[in-house]
């Protein structure tokens, strides 16, 4: 603990307040006087550790002042003991409410101040190491997302120069084996880039700041778009897809609505095994527009159909032997579709498969 703790004895009685400061002292204090409220407001910029309050004062009586100490964000820890010869429980109410820690009763025990006003500067102490040690984390971890915003907008650099050159080697090449695996790694690279984009817009949406564009959307075309996005991946793993789409349109971001399907039919690619039938549909329920993205798989467990749309599930998924929601995808989909207006959940039988459905007003 520190040393020279300074108390400032609030008490409009002259003697009252030289017998406090003579007992204090004999404990090594530095005791700094005022006679009332407003003295005592103005003293408190000196850098003071505790504050020993006189209830019954003329101009400004103890619980004002404690109020006012409370009212200031930097003095809102600041040890508060109200001394008084009030004693209804009514009297303690007031003072808890006004910001006091403890109370002593009038006439005082100098054994009880001197435990009592100890035992506090020590519970202080404790609590500005605390915040000492939050601010240092909260410092670091300013750090780490920092850094983490640069790599991201970094890997957003490098995917690009790799599409694009990808995509010139499809485009350009006569072999159909070199086109062949230049498709696949644009699809590798843009599920990675997916990845990149979840994490970014997690984060925008965590602090308030993505924007909620509103936009005629035609949902057949988007859901269209990204199953033939995803063909050569559905073929590779020899899955069925069937679809069932009607003529919708919301109103939403399209590239915000063509991620959040890329997302759903993705997870329903990685985590199935080969020859899976996977159905997509669209359609209107109650002025609502509805997509579904269902699938023949292993299912999942009811205990963990709201954990996998979780931030950083993972862990605990896989302990449970729950192959679904192992990234931010799943996360990227609720927060978008909620806020939207919207509502996104899983049905699943385990051994009979799951069925991820989002629905928005059209």
Request: proline fraction near 3%.
């Amino acid at each position: 603990m520190k040393e020279n703790y300074r108390i400032l004895v609030v008490d409009d009685a002259k003697v009252n307040r030289e017998v406090l400061a003579q007992e204090l002292a004999e404990s090594g204090y530095e005791v700094i006087p005022a006679a009332s409220g407003p003295e005592a407001l103005d003293l408190l910029e000196r850098g003071i550790d505790l504050v020993i309050l006189d209830v019954i004062m003329p101009e400004m009586d103890g619980f004002e002042v404690a109020r006012r100490i409370r009212a200031n964000p930097r003095l809102r820890s600041l040890p508060i003991v109200m001394i008084t010869a009030l004693q209804t429980a009514k009297d303690r109410v007031d003072g808890i409410e006004a910001g006091a820690d403890d109370f002593i009763s009038k006439p005082f025990n100098a054994l009880e101040l001197r435990a009592r006003v100890k035992a506090l500067l020590k519970i202080s102490e404790y609590y500005r190491k605390l915040e000492e040690s939050y601010e240092t984390i909260h410092a670091l971890q300013q750090m780490k997302d920092d850094l983490m915003d640069m790599l991201i907008h970094d890997m957003g650099d490098v995917l690009t120069l790799i599409i694009g050159y990808m995509s010139e080697i499809r485009t350009k090449t006569a072999e159909e084996s070199v086109r062949r695996y230049a498709q696949k790694s644009l699809d590798n690279a843009f599920v990675l880039r997916n990845m990149r984009d979840n994490l970014l817009d997690i984060r925008r949406m965590e602090e308030g700041r993505l924007p909620i564009i509103r936009e005629p959307c035609n949902l057949r075309e988007v859901v269209e778009e990204v199953a033939a996005q995803f063909e050569m991946m559905i073929q590779e793993k020899d899955f069925k897809l069937q679809t069932d789409l009607k003529d919708l349109t919301v109103n939403m971001e399209r590239a915000i609505l063509k991620r959040i399907v890329q997302n759903l039919l993705l997870n329903a690619i990685k985590h199935n095994a080969k020859g899976t039938t996977i159905t997509m549909t669209a359609d209107r329920e109650d002025l609502r527009a509805t997509v579904a993205v269902e699938d023949n798989g292993k299912g999942i467990p009811s205990e963990l159909r709201d954990k996998i749309f979780e931030k950083f599930a993972q862990a605990d998924l896989i302990k449970k032997g729950c192959k679904y929601g192992k990234g931010l995808g799943l996360t990227f989909c609720r927060l978008t579709v909620e806020a939207y207006g919207g509502r996104i959940w899983v049905e699943s039988t385990p051994g009979r498969g799951s069925r991820f459905v989002f629905e928005v007003p059209d």
